[in-house]
């Protein structure tokens, strides 16, 4: 029930990439009705909700709440399956029940980990805390082979543990190379996000240093990160176009999944550097450049979450647009600001729990280019009157064209007022959609 209600959301927000079914079949029930069963079926006392399935109905339907835009109900599920996760000792392989199949195994091991990255990537766009440290764990990465072959264990001769494919005969799975390179990052990032909250909260407040003297910087993690992606098969690399082919789809739906993991661990990563106007730009464009050329149908089947992704561009503008601008700055970034609105716009355009983001984008831009243009024309009347004023005193000839004013100087500095970024989509408080990067992206006193 809970699959189906995470499935019906998305169909019904756009998110199917082929025409083999239509919005309109998959309505009804509408994901509301599978959404309650779901949450029924789960004792009140969590203490009896034994077993993975009831592990596995909290883990989707905290995915759900994201598609829906209920973060609360996300933070409950999402506590609810660690709950129960500790109950169960999913964390560590050595208190799994001995007679568990080869399946059963994979199951778990798929479970644990792609909740560990839902737990780090609600703890960087929420600023809520990692529960389950990697370091922690004790649970191995699925094995990197095609589900059917799983059926036949004994026949594939596949060691309990988990090994690379170049160390087996079997079918080698090209999507969960990629998940478990996904799964990679997000324990990059949990390290990221430890480095920049040590930042905010100052040398002497922790024993940090006592294990982290030296903080690898950022552009080089960066570096690493980039070596590892590119000993991904080349499928994982390139975004193709949709096919209509599940299993060649799949795997491009995956490799739109490790671009945006890898945005958002660029976004944390630059956060955590003293960066100026043109690096922070040049952050924002690269990643809006990385989408802009993923296809759409893979972006909208990623859906609600990945809204959540381009949040932190939003941050890293808003930064930006606080401080001091010049005309030249400025532009640039309004050119970002548009086209964030209009991959914005194509995100959102079936989305049942639209944030109107795009909209609101566009609309902050025309307040602020209404504003630039009346100082522009007040600066220019203060320059003709200046002239005017120089020429009854000093006698001096009349110009055949006016001399531009500062304000029009591109390197002259400015800064907005206040009120022009009242309404911003992505405030640092708790605003339409939740506070997002409350923690790694919001401007600080420090």
């Not at 995956?254 to 944390?268: F, G, K, P, Y």
């Not at 100087?409 to 206040?418: A, G, I, K, Q, V």
């Not at 992505?426 to 923690?439: D, E, N, T, V, Y």
Request: aromatic share 8%; net charge negative.
């Amino acid at each position: 029930m809970a699959m189906c209600s995470l499935a019906s959301a998305r169909a019904r927000d756009g998110a199917l990439y082929s025409n083999r079914r239509s919005p309109s079949q998959l309505s009804h029930p509408p994901p509301e009705v599978f959404w309650t069963a779901a949450a029924e079926s789960i004792p009140r006392n969590l203490a009896a909700a034994r077993g993975i399935e009831y592990m596995r109905a909290c883990a989707i339907l905290s995915i759900t709440a994201i598609q829906n835009g209920q973060i609360r109900e996300m933070h409950k599920y999402l506590g609810h399956y660690h709950t129960l996760s500790i109950m169960e000792g999913l964390h560590d392989e050595k208190s799994w029940p001995k007679d568990l199949s080869t399946i059963e195994v994979e199951v778990r091991r798929r479970l644990f980990w792609s909740m560990y990255t839902l737990d780090v990537y609600s703890a960087t766009v929420w600023g809520g805390m990692v529960r389950f440290r990697e370091i922690q764990s004790n649970v191995r990465y699925p094995r990197e082979v095609n589900d059917d072959l799983l059926d036949f264990e004994n026949k594939a001769q596949i060691s309990a543990d988990y090994a690379t494919p170049a160390s087996n005969t079997y079918e080698y799975s090209i999507w969960m190379r990629g998940w478990n390179f996904t799964t990679d990052l997000y324990r990059i990032l949990e390290h990221a996000i430890d480095g920049q909250r040590q930042t905010l909260r100052g040398e002497n407040e922790s024993p940090w240093s006592l294990f982290r003297p030296n903080p690898v910087p950022g552009h080089l993690i960066i570096k690493h990160v980039h070596s590892m992606f590119s000993a991904l098969p080349s499928q994982l690399r390139l975004t193709g176009p949709v096919t209509g082919d599940p299993e060649n789809d799949i795997v491009g739906f995956q490799s739109a999944n490790i671009q945006a993991t890898l945005q958002l661990l660029n976004m944390v990563l630059s956060s955590n550097e003293d960066q100026g106007i043109e690096e922070k730009c040049e952050v924002a464009g690269n990643v809006l450049n990385v989408f802009t050329k993923v296809p759409i149908e893979y972006l909208k089947a990623i859906s609600s979450p990945l809204l959540y992704h381009l949040g932190g561009i939003g941050f890293i503008l808003g930064s930006v647009m606080e401080g001091s601008l010049s005309e030249a700055s400025y532009q640039r970034i309004r050119k970002l600001l548009l086209e964030m609105a209009a991959l914005l716009y194509q995100m959102e355009s079936g989305l049942t729990r639209s944030t109107g983001a795009s909209e609101r984008l566009k609309t902050q831009v025309m307040r602020i280019d209404e504003y630039m243009d009346k100082a522009r024309h007040a600066s220019m009347h203060a320059g003709l009157a200046e002239i005017g004023q120089s020429q009854h005193f000093e006698g001096y000839v009349q110009p055949t064209a006016v001399q531009s004013a500062d304000f029009d100087d591109p390197l002259t500095c400015f800064e907005l007022p206040s009120d022009l970024l009242d309404d911003w989509p992505w405030s640092s408080g708790a605003g339409s959609l939740g506070g997002m990067f409350p923690m790694a992206l919001a401007k600080t006193d420090n």
